[in-house]
């Protein structure tokens, strides 16, 4: 397997190395100055060119067109590892996590406390597959992709919200979700961001509102004292461990999926 990385990380490239080698195969690691994708070479040659010498390739990359074009001229199964549109290996692992440990994603209460983001667009996609219900506070301004919303909510399969307000939103919830509130190549607005975020912090206070069985969920790396006070990270209802091992777990299923295996 071919693994792409324009964004470095630790969890994405230790999940996949790991858990391929674990299954019997070899993981090469080409880092953001081995290929340097539509720069050096264009993504269509790399495609093809990685096609010839593995049986899979996983790219965690900026530009969501990237992975797309990676797919389009691969012969060979494409994994998104990540893109600045979507994390989708990340959710596989947080819906494990939450079968886990409630017993069932359906009719569970998931709440995403923060930026729209990426995450927030593969909780959507999600939601349109399996029933739940899936709520997203954040800032005014800061809300996810309008079209991803639509097709979720159109698809009639979940109850999506998008609000403003993080008490409202996390009365019953099963669980609460945070993630950073500046993401990679967002980190020159982190300022500003922290400004406009203040009230969108996962504290002890929240997690009260939230009640006693609410389990606290973040995709990390976390910035504690941020988004998210040391206190939930490491209080028992916190999950965030566990969630960070699925992600080897659920993308060695992935992995046998897409190999047929």
């Avoid at 792409?4 to 858990?19: D, H, L, N, Q």
């Avoid at 996390?170 to 961001?193: I, N, T």
């Amino acid at each position: 397997m071919a693994m792409i990385f324009a964004k470095p990380s630790m969890r994405t490239r230790v999940s996949f190395e790991t858990g391929f080698n674990l299954l019997g195969g070899h993981a090469v690691y080409l880092g953001p100055d081995d290929i340097q994708m539509g720069k050096r070479e264009e993504t269509r040659d790399v495609a093809r060119v990685l096609s010839g010498y593995n049986d899979v390739i996983m790219a965690r990359l900026f530009a969501h067109q990237d992975i797309l074009d990676l797919a389009k001229y691969a012969t060979v199964p494409v994994i998104n590892g990540l893109t600045d549109y979507n994390h989708p290996c990340q959710i596989m692992a947080d819906a494990l996590t939450i079968i886990e440990h409630i017993g069932q994603l359906e009719g569970t209460k998931v709440v995403y406390v923060g930026d729209g983001n990426n995450i927030v667009h593969s909780w959507l996609l999600l939601a349109s597959i399996v029933p739940f219900h899936f709520v997203c506070a954040c800032p005014k301004g800061f809300e996810p992709d309008q079209e991803t919303v639509k097709k979720a909510q159109q698809t009639g399969v979940s109850k999506i919200e998008i609000i403003h307000d993080p008490k409202e939103a996390v009365r019953g919830a099963d669980v609460v979700y945070s993630d950073v509130w500046a993401s990679m190549g967002q980190k020159e607005e982190a300022a500003y961001r922290r400004q406009v975020f203040q009230g969108f912090q996962v504290d002890e206070e929240l997690m009260k509102v939230a009640g006693p069985k609410a389990y606290f969920m973040h995709c990390l790396p976390a910035e504690r004292g941020v988004e998210v006070t040391d206190g939930v990270i490491e209080a028992p209802n916190s999950i965030v461990f566990p969630q960070a091992e699925n992600r080897m777990h659920a993308q060695n299923a992935i992995m046998l999926h897409v190999l047929g295996v």
